[in-house]
């Protein structure tokens, strides 16, 4: 019998741009520490790539539980600064397709399950149904 061997990049990740660096498991759930893996971001200004860092930051977000388990995102994030001589965007934050919104607070994928939930159940009930399957936005 062959095996094909599995990682939790796998798992956990797939079809998104991370390396996971680091991943704990505690009394408040698992927290998994994630890096981009683009060598350059895209301006959302003007749409031009770059590969000049002018800093880096972390940002906390909150994804879909695991095995009951909650699961928070220390992802490092990376400031481009823009090379197109005529955009009026100076710097701009990396966002990882698939995973990171701007200014979102939680993964595309948790808030994308919210709001079928809001949508299909509104009010208590969506909020009892989603307290039920592990699913929170802090």
Do not use: K
Request: hydrophobic residues 45%.
């Amino acid at each position: 019998m062959d095996h094909d061997e599995i990682s939790w990049q796998d798992v956990l990740f797939e079809g998104v741009e991370v390396l996971i660096t680091a991943a704990v498991h505690g009394v408040n759930g698992l927290m998994v520490q994630l890096a981009g893996r683009s060598g350059e971001g895209v301006c959302p200004s003007c749409g031009r790539a770059s590969a000049r860092v002018h800093d880096r930051y972390e940002r906390q977000l909150q994804d879909l539980p695991l095995a009951g388990h909650a699961v928070r995102i220390l992802l490092s994030v990376r400031r481009f600064v823009c090379v197109a001589p005529g955009c009026s965007q100076r710097t701009f934050a990396e966002q990882i397709p698939g995973l990171t919104s701007p200014y979102a607070r939680c993964t595309d994928r948790l808030g994308e399950l919210l709001d079928r939930v809001a949508l299909a159940l509104a009010g208590r009930a969506g909020s009892r149904m989603a307290t039920a399957l592990g699913l929170t936005a802090a």
